[in-house]
C-alpha cells in the first residue's frame, strides 16, 4: 500500500487595488479569498474615484478588505461599516497605541491587518520588527494578520520584490500576507521561506493599468500556485 503524502499548504490569495465591479465578479468566481479596495487618495487604485461606499457593500464577499494609510480611526469606522468592509489593512506607520483605538471603533467581527514595510536598512527593518512585535505580544488580539511589503514612498504597489529570506530571521506571531511583486517568476522562491505564507497578495503585476486587473492572468496564476507550491 502507498503512502499518504500530504498536500503542501497551498496559499489562500489577495488581489488588492480593485476599481471595477465586473472585475470583483469575476475574481469572486475564481474563488479569490481576498478582494482589495485602496481608500488612500495618493494612490492611482483609490477605489472611491471609481466605485462609491454603496457599491462596495453591495459585492457579497467575505473578505473585502479596505486599504488605509495613516487615516483617522473615525474616518476607517465609518467607512468600514458603510462599505461593509471585513478587513482593515493598515499600510502606514500605525502604531500599537491608534491600533488599539481603531479596534473599539470597529465592529467585533471585523479583523486588522498591519502592513510592515520592508525597505533597504535591513538592520533598521530588523529593529523595526522587533519593536512592533513586542509591543503588540501583551495584544495578540488586536490584529489577525501582518502583511510584508516592500517599502515605497507611495506606499505600496510598486510591483518590486523585497529579500523574502529576510523573514526566517523571525518567529511571526500571526499568520501572514506575501506582498510586493509578486508574480509567475518569483513564486518557487517562497521554498526558501521557514514559515510559508498564509495569503499572497497580488496587484500591479498583474494589471493592464492601474485599477484594470488582468484577469485571465490572475486565473492561470491560481492554477500555477496550485500545480507549483
Not at 495618493?42 to 479596505?66: W, Y
Amino acid at each position: 500500500m502507498q503512502p499518504v503524502i500530504p498536500n503542501k499548504h497551498v496559499p489562500e490569495l489577495k488581489v488588492c487595488g480593485l476599481t471595477k465591479l465586473n472585475q470583483a465578479q469575476e475574481l469572486m468566481a475564481m474563488k479569490v479569498n481576498f478582494l482589495g479596495f485602496i481608500f488612500y487618495k495618493k494612490s492611482p487604485r483609490f477605489v472611491l474615484n471609481h466605485l462609491t461606499l454603496e457599491d462596495i457593500s453591495k459585492i457579497d464577499h467575505q473578505g473585502k478588505t479596505g486599504v488605509f494609510v495613516n487615516e483617522e480611526a473615525d474616518t476607517i469606522a465609518e467607512i468600514a461599516g458603510k462599505a461593509q468592509l471585513n478587513f482593515i489593512q493598515l499600510h502606514g506607520n500605525e502604531n500599537t497605541d491608534f491600533i488599539s483605538e481603531l479596534r473599539e471603533k470597529l465592529k467585533p467581527e471585523t479583523q486588522i491587518i498591519k502592513v510592515i514595510r520592508i525597505g533597504n536598512n535591513y538592520s533598521e527593518n530588523k529593529a523595526n520588527i522587533e519593536k512592533f512585535f513586542n509591543n503588540n505580544s501583551n495584544h495578540p488580539h488586536l490584529i489577525s494578520y501582518y502583511l510584508f511589503d516592500t517599502d515605497s514612498k507611495a506606499f505600496g504597489g510598486t510591483g518590486k520584490q523585497f529579500d523574502w529570506t529576510f523573514l526566517n530571521e523571525f518567529e511571526i506571531p500571526h499568520p501572514y500576507f506575501l506582498s510586493g511583486g509578486i508574480s509567475e517568476d518569483n513564486i518557487g522562491q517562497m521554498d526558501a521561506l521557514m514559515q510559508k505564507p498564509a495569503v499572497l497578495d497580488i496587484n500591479s503585476k498583474f494589471e493592464i493599468s492601474p485599477g484594470d486587473k488582468d484577469t485571465d492572468r490572475i486565473k492561470k496564476f491560481i492554477s500555477l500556485i496550485r500545480k507549483t507550491i
